[in-house]
C-alpha cells in the first residue's frame, strides 16, 4: 500500500471514530441542574496549614447536597497556594474520592498561584451526601482565594 493510501485509510479512519469518541465523552449519564458554591471568607493567606501524612479537610471547604436523580456530580475547586513542599488536593464525596483521585500542586517562590481543577464523580445515588476538598502535604502550605463549585442532579 502506498503512503498516500495508507494516510487516506488513517483519515477516513479517524473521520468515522472522531464523532464516536466525541459522542463517548458526553454520554456520560450527568443531568445536573443544581449548583452549589462555597467561598472560604477571608483574604490571601487564610490558612497556614501544617504537614500531614495523610488528607485532611480544608477549612471551609465542606458541604452537603442532596442529590435528586443518580447522575454524576461535578466539584470545580480553584486556590491559591504557597509551599515550599508537594502538595495534594482532592475531592471526596462520602469520604470517597473523585476523578482525578488527587492532583499535585505545588509552588515554592513564595507568591500564591493560582490553581483550579475539576473532579467527577461518575454515579451518585440519590440522597444526601457530604463533599469536602481535601489536601495532604509533606510541609506547612498557605491556602487562601478557596473556591469550589459544585453542579448535581437537583
Known amino acids: 500500500m502506498s503512503n498516500a493510501v495508507t494516510r ?3 483519515a477516513a479512519a479517524l473521520a468515522v471514530l472522531a464523532p464516536a469518541a ?3 465523552a458526553v454520554t456520560l449519564n450527568c443531568a445536573t441542574g443544581a449548583t452549589r458554591v462555597v ?3 477571608g483574604d490571601y493567606p487564610r490558612y497556614a496549614l501544617p504537614a500531614n501524612a495523610g488528607f485532611a ?3 471551609a471547604m465542606a458541604t452537603s447536597i442532596k442529590q435528586g436523580a443518580k447522575s454524576c456530580v461535578i466539584v470545580y475547586f480553584s486556590m491559591g497556594v504557597v509551599s515550599s513542599s508537594a502538595v495534594q488536593v ?3 464525596l462520602d ?3 473523585g476523578d482525578p483521585s488527587a492532583i499535585h500542586v505545588f509552588n515554592s517562590g513564595g507568591v500564591p498561584a493560582a490553581e483550579m481543577t475539576s473532579f467527577i ?3 451518585v445515588a440519590l440522597g444526601a451526601h457530604k463533599i469536602d476538598i481535601q489536601y495532604s502535604s509533606t510541609g506547612t502550605v498557605e491556602f487562601g482565594d478557596l473556591h469550589m463549585i459544585v ?3 437537583p
Do not use: Q
Open 8 to 10: 487516506l485509510a488513517c
Open 22 to 24: 466525541a459522542n463517548a
Open 39 to 41: 467561598i472560604a471568607p
Open 57 to 59: 479537610t480544608l477549612p
Open 90 to 92: 482532592r475531592a471526596v
Open 95 to 97: 469520604n470517597v474520592a
Open 121 to 123: 464523580f461518575k454515579s
Open 151 to 153: 453542579n448535581y442532579a
